[in-house]
């Protein structure tokens, strides 16, 4: 089956450092969503790509989707502590695109 | 505004009992999902369900049963519980037309 693989698994930075982390699936995905869970909070959705190449900004966030749709990363300029959580990227299951399918996430922990 | 709320947040309960964790929707989302959350596996669906009285196995169906009678409530129950089945669950549900998934504040089970 489909897999969505994440890197790195755990990411410590320096408040005012940049952080990366990048998306990998094992097929073409038609679209890809992240997600930003906090600590012992639940997954809230951050923004869908859909084209291919898409580049998306929000405030501080960079999302990248690959030209080959298999890719996807997420870049943080000038990480803050309200940045700090666990970052998912998902990819659909299936062609109804309802069912996605989680990467393992990226926990990023921004130390003062 | 309640959205989506899951009920228990926190149960503890023994090997071999039957729990049954509640899900609720107050948007009419026409999708609902149950997934579970473990350290180093991300999220992993365990059902789904595209409308009243229609539901799939995900991922990670085996020692679950879910239901849908009603478009708002999508209960997960664990029939027989193990330490295996020890985690965090989370309900999620989304719109018909959009693939975007609003998790609830999840429920944290300890099957002792």
């Known amino acids: 089956g489909q897999q969505v693989m994440q890197i790195p698994q755990y990411q410590h930075v320096q408040e005012g450092e940049d952080f990366t982390t990048y998306c990998n699936s094992s097929t073409t995905l038609s679209n890809i969503q992240w997600y930003k869970q906090r600590p012992g909070g639940h997954p809230v959705f951050l923004i869908q790509?859909?084209?291919?190449?898409e580049v998306k900004k929000q405030k501080r966030l960079t999302f990248q989707f690959g030209e080959a749709k298999k890719n996807s990363s997420l870049h943080i300029t000038a990480t803050q502590t309200t940045d700090v959580g666990t970052y998912f990227c998902?990819?659909?299951?299936?062609?109804?695109?309802?069912?996605?399918?989680f990467g393992p996430g990226t926990r990023l922990s921004v130390l003062p | 505004d309640a959205g989506i709320t899951q009920s228990p947040r926190y149960k503890i309960t023994e090997t071999g009992r039957q729990v049954t964790l509640m899900c609720h929707q107050t948007?009419?989302?026409?999708?609902m999902f149950w997934y579970r959350q473990d350290l180093g596996h991300g999220l992993r669906l365990i059902y789904y369900s595209a409308a009243a009285d229609i539901t799939d196995k995900g991922e990670v169906p085996d020692g679950y049963v879910v239901s849908r009678s009603k478009t708002e409530n999508f209960p997960l129950t664990l029939e027989s519980a193990t330490r295996s089945q020890t985690s965090v669950y989370f309900c999620?549900?989304?719109?018909?037309?959009?693939?975007?998934?609003?998790f609830g504040a999840g429920t944290r089970l300890s099957v002792l």
């Open positions: 948007w009419s989302h026409s999708y």
């Open positions: 999620a549900s989304g719109g018909q037309w959009e693939s975007i998934q609003y």
């Open positions: 998902a990819g659909p299951s299936d062609n109804y695109g309802q069912n996605f399918v």
């Open positions: 790509l859909v084209k291919s190449g």
